[in-house]
Nanobody, 128 residues
Framework: QVHVIESGGGLVQPGGSLRLSCAAS????????MGWFRQEPGKEREFVAA????????DTADSVKGRFTISKERSKNTAELQMNSLKPEDAAVYYC?????????????????????WGQGTQVTVSS
């Protein structure tokens, strides 16, 4: 069973920065593609960014492109989401997800249903 844990949420003023971290672990030595999603109350979960197991391929939602950066170390099943120039509309619960891969596929996906495991979520609040 794959486990995912996020950390790093909190309160930040508009224009500020936050860094979210995520760690995935499984019963065997697995490679994971990882992604970040967010959800506001009463709304559907929204794709934010995703990254391949090696960190070489990424995909980022247009709404955060140029402000958010996803990164991952090839040798670790951890992913970071650096969020800069935060806006009030970025406030949400942010979820990390992991997708187990066969071998060394550079697969990246923005589709939530393709992920195998999800973290419990971390709250990001953007307010003055």
């Amino acid at each position: 069973q794959v486990h995912v844990i996020e950390s790093g949420g909190g309160l930040v003023q508009p224009g500020g920065s936050l860094r979210l971290s995520c760690a995935a672990s499984g019963p065997t030595s697995s490679n994971f593609a990882m992604g970040w999603f967010r959800q506001e109350p009463g709304k559907e979960r929204e794709f934010v960014a995703a990254i391949s197991w090696s960190g070489r391929k990424t995909d980022t939602a247009d709404s955060v492109k140029g402000r958010f950066t996803i990164s991952k170390e090839r040798s670790k099943n951890t992913a970071e989401l650096q969020m800069n120039s935060l806006k009030p509309e970025d406030a949400a619960v942010y979820y990390c997800a992991a997708k187990g891969l066969e071998g060394y596929s550079e697969y990246v996906t923005s589709r939530a249903y393709e992920y195998d495991a999800w973290g419990q979520g971390t709250q990001v609040t953007v307010s003055s």
